[in-house]
């Protein structure tokens, strides 16, 4: 099983609508979530990152953590075509930043 | 703006020979890493280095070595490819090792093995 669980696995909004990813840990050791997105011929790059409770806004981003039950999600208001992408939540506990990543959530926005 | 630099972009080769994947960051950072990104998009730590010195090793196959010649370049080898080497390979950087640090990555090197 792995330790950074994502959901959904794939997901398609109009333009302008609201996506949202959800993802769950079963390792209590993280401490540091983040935020990738990779576009296809890409390598991932960050999105945002988030250490404490509670909500971190960027932009049009938002992510939300709760250390309690080890969910962290993103939001993404007001989607563009540009926005279509894999998403991945990944973790860290901390030691040598061995990042441990979800499976990914495909996000399509439609025009 | 491209700051971690690798090459080639694609490798195609036969089962049993030896291939070398390059990368070189000019963020001025102390860490690198080599990931694996298989054909489900599934991203697995492979090794990471701190100023040259190996800190991660993951459970990987003998076969593949990194190698490391300044804190700026960090090199893969396999020295005798199977098909399920068949991946893309993506090589990231970080300022250090903190856990807090952000990864840079690369855009890959995307290995076929006939």
């Known amino acids: 099983q792995q330790k950074v669980q994502q959901s959904p696995e794939s997901l398609s909004v109009p333009e302008g609508g609201m996506a949202s990813f959800n993802c769950t840990s079963s390792?209590?050791?993280?401490?540091y979530f983040w935020w990738y997105r990779q576009h296809s011929g890409e390598g991932p790059k960050a999105l945002m990152?988030?250490?404490?409770?509670g909500d971190k806004k960027e932009g049009r981003f938002t992510a939300h953590l709760n250390k309690a039950s080890l969910h962290v999600s993103l939001h993404i208001r007001d989607s563009q075509p540009s926005d279509s992408a894999l998403y991945f939540c990944?973790?860290?506990?901390?030691?040598?930043?061995?990042?441990?990543f979800g499976a990914g959530t495909r996000l399509a926005v439609c025009p | 703006e491209t700051a971690v630099f690798q090459t080639p972009n694609y490798h195609v080769t036969q089962v049993g020979n030896e291939v070398s994947f390059n990368c070189k960051q000019t963020?001025?950072?102390?860490?690198m890493y080599w990931y694996k990104q298989d054909s489900k998009k599934l991203l697995k730590i492979m090794f990471s280095?701190?100023?040259?010195?190996?800190?991660v090793n993951e459970t990987v196959p003998r076969r593949f070595s990194p190698q490391s010649s300044d804190k700026a370049h960090l090199n893969l080898r396999i020295k005798s490819v199977e098909p399920e080497d068949s991946a893309v390979y993506l090589c990231?950087?970080?300022?250090?090792?903190?856990?807090?640090?952000?990864?840079?990555f690369g855009a890959g090197t995307r290995l076929s093995v006939l």
């Open positions: 990231a950087s970080s300022p250090w090792t903190g856990g807090q640090n952000t990864l840079y």
């Open positions: 390792d209590r050791n993280f401490q």
């Open positions: 990152s988030i250490f404490s409770d």
């Open positions: 990944a973790a860290s506990a901390g030691s040598f930043n061995k990042l441990t």
């Open positions: 963020l001025g950072h102390d860490t």
């Open positions: 280095y701190n100023n040259k010195q190996l800190i």
